[in-house]
């Protein structure tokens, strides 16, 4: 993504642009200077009216920091998002018009988190729960907020009943059904999912991933859809961005990360998954070792010392993010990958 994507209205919902996010590391040593990491370093990317892009990686590359920023949870230290023609946050417009703003966002874009549980109040009802994004954004009519309860459970399998429910009387399936509802009742057209199966028993994931496509098939919502599940990942978005130690090293349709990943990177992560697809074939040896600290990151490729295709000129060039070989620079969000060797099988 150019800087001219990044400024323009070129019709994506969400527009993620060279975002950076540091954190305070504390010192080094007792009298040391204190210092930083960059837990998101230069990610931009762009999602579509009724699109779902899946961001995937190991634990502790970013992926839920960059939910954080694009959902206002979390200011970046540089960069902007834009959610349709509302930069976020814009310091340039007065306080009020500020407010608007992001009780715009709010209402337009929603967080599915991972864990239901931590998630849902033990003290109020499933109803009230739904219920309660209405009434922060100003609906106040009793009936009215009943009714698009009612039909929002029914729409996310739960019946009307369930309204009168506590969270503890619920299943762990029929929790995360609940959090899937609270995030519709104000119907967004974004939702960020981070990493919304992965607190829940096999058996039920499949339940919440079958009604996460079904929601997005009937109404139209996008989402970015943060997970480490490559197969939840193929079931429910269109494209895949994958991260590594902060950064986008691949980015493509799910159709080409599967059949034809051009990172080593992205192989490895298709190799380790736990729960291959049928016919799906190996790409390279499983990844081994970890990822270097990000207090220690090195010049050159960040993923040069996991990687069985290391050259000398990965030790001393970042790898920028461009079209994979074979694809036009003016093709938009198709194929771009961040490595100076890339598959071009």
């Known amino acids: 993504m150019n800087e001219f994507e990044c400024s323009g209205d070129h019709g994506a919902l969400l527009r993620a642009c060279r975002l950076v996010r540091t954190f305070d590391a504390g010192r080094e040593g007792l009298f040391g200077p204190r210092r930083k990491v960059r837990a998101v370093d230069g990610v931009s990317f762009a999602i579509m009216p009724g699109e779902a892009l899946g961001l995937v990686g190991e634990s502790g590359s970013g992926k839920s920091t960059v939910g954080n920023m694009v959902s206002a949870l979390l200011a970046p230290t540089e960069g902007e998002v834009w959610f349709e023609e509302h930069r976020i946050p814009d310091r340039t417009l007065s306080r009020s018009r500020r407010k608007e703003s992001l009780s ?28 309660e994004p209405l009434r922060i954004h100003g609906e106040k009519n009793a009936r009215s907020i009943r009714n698009r309860v009612n039909e929002t459970l029914l729409q996310v399998g739960l019946n009307e009943d369930m309204a009168a429910r506590y969270p503890h009387e619920l299943s762990g399936g029929q929790r995360q059904r609940a959090v899937v509802a609270r995030a519709l009742i104000t119907r967004p057209k974004l939702i960020v999912c981070d990493e919304p199966t992965s607190a829940l028993d096999v058996s039920i994931q499949a339940q919440v991933v079958n009604l996460l496509g079904d929601l997005k098939a009937e109404t139209g919502v996008s989402y970015l859809f943060i997970s480490h599940n490559l197969g939840v990942v193929r079931t429910v978005c269109d494209r895949v961005a994958v991260m590594y130690l902060g950064r986008i090293v691949e980015e493509a349709t799910v159709d080409i990360i599967f059949s034809h990943p051009a990172h080593p990177y992205t192989k490895a992560l298709l190799d380790a998954n736990p729960v291959p697809v049928p016919g799906m074939k190996r790409h390279s040896p499983s990844l081994k070792g970890e990822p270097p600290s990000p207090l220690e990151i090195q010049p050159g490729c960040r993923f040069i010392e996991r990687c069985p295709r290391a050259h000398e000129r990965c030790r001393r060039l970042v790898p920028e993010l461009r079209p994979a070989p074979g694809i036009p620079s003016s093709t938009p969000f198709f194929h771009r990958v961040a490595c100076h060797y890339p598959e071009t099988d």
């Open 104 to 131: 715009y966002l709010r209402r337009n874009l929603q967080v599915i988190f991972q864990d239901p549980a931590g998630t849902l109040n033990p003290r109020l009802s499933i109803g009230e729960q739904v219920a």
